[in-house]
């Protein structure tokens, strides 16, 4: 049996000509160069993001930083979306295969991420988890409903589940790689010869201090001999979204600083 262009042409346990997709195989294939290619295009979508899409203030914080510094950033939020949809992905791929993933291996992400990413991700895990379970382990009835090819793509169709994971990943990357939320602390630096001002300090020398300003992101010099004092504060409350849900719950003890000043 011919098989349509993007479909592999499998037999059965039955001696059956079936078509499976082989999307799955493919990924697997170019998976070392996928995973490099989503940190660069995050990386970029982070930094604009961060300096509010200005050119100027992202190659400065780029090149202060560092872009070692910038790209572990990026990656930890890389690596807790990559949690998140890593059972249901995982799940797709064996499926092709006629295999299912093992329960503890679908619910090893829910886990990690119910201790240490935000509650948003944590959702967006439990709705990951949950279509993975439906797609390996529901009854046959359920499971079929999963599976059914629903979305046209190319000549070939798209299973539910596959459109899931996808809307996970645009959804969660877009929300979290786009925020504006820099990944150092927030500082009130008080300054001798003018008033202060609240950042994150991107550099520091005998001389000149970098700092990227919090009200309009543009990145200033302040002479690091007018420095008086530097104090960690808070430059937005913390949303329920990003924090872990043993903090938002109260379970575990999280540290507490000040707001900063309006400036």
């Not at 000509?17 to 294939?29: D, F, K």
């Not at 500082?187 to 201090?209: F, H, K, M, P």
Request: with cysteine.
């Amino acid at each position: 049996m011919v098989a349509g262009r993007g479909r592999k042409a499998v037999v059965s346990a039955g001696g059956r000509s079936e078509t499976q997709p082989a999307w799955p195989r493919m990924l697997s294939e170019h998976l070392g160069s996928l995973i490099p290619a989503t940190l660069a295009v995050g990386t970029m979508f982070r930094l604009a993001g961060v300096s509010r899409g200005s050119p100027i203030s992202a190659l400065a914080i780029l090149r202060y930083s560092g872009t070692a510094t910038v790209l572990i950033a990026t990656a930890t939020l890389v690596i807790f979306l990559g949690v998140a949809v890593s059972g249901l992905a995982a799940q797709l791929v064996l499926d092709s295969r006629g295999r299912r993933v093992p329960l503890w291996a679908l619910l090893l992400p829910l886990l990690v991420n119910l201790t240490l990413a935000g509650t948003f991700v944590l959702m967006l895990t439990v709705v990951s988890t949950g279509v993975a379970l439906l797609h390996g382990y529901a009854p046959p009835q359920v499971r079929e409903r999963v599976r059914r090819p629903i979305v046209p793509f190319f000549d070939t169709t798209v299973p539910v589940a596959t459109v899931i994971c996808v809307v996970l990943i645009v959804l969660a990357g877009s929300t979290l790689v786009l925020s504006e939320a820099m990944w150092l602390p927030a500082e009130d630096v008080e300054l001798a010869n003018r008033d202060g001002l609240v950042g994150y300090v991107l550099a520091r020398d005998g001389e000149q201090t970098v700092v990227l300003r919090e009200e309009d992101r543009r990145v200033v010099y302040v002479d690091t001999d007018q420095i008086v004092a530097r104090t960690l504060c808070q430059a937005a409350p913390d949303s329920f979204l990003q924090v872990p849900l043993p903090s938002l719950l109260g379970l575990a003890e999280r540290p507490r600083y000040p707001r900063c000043p309006e400036s």
